[in-house]
């Protein structure tokens, strides 16, 4: 199940993510965003 969240960030790094989406790393803001929270918390652990 997905859950709708709501973030605030700033215009720097908005837009170096916009950049991410235009060369296709990312599908969408949703898997940037979670791609990078799992990456966080996998480092966490560690």
Do not use: C, P, W, Y
């Amino acid at each position: 199940m997905r859950h709708r969240v709501s973030i605030t960030i700033g215009e720097d790094t908005l837009e170096r993510i916009q950049d991410s989406l235009r060369s296709k790393t990312f599908r969408n803001k949703s898997h940037f965003f979670e791609l990078a929270a799992n990456k966080l918390l996998q480092e966490e652990v560690q």
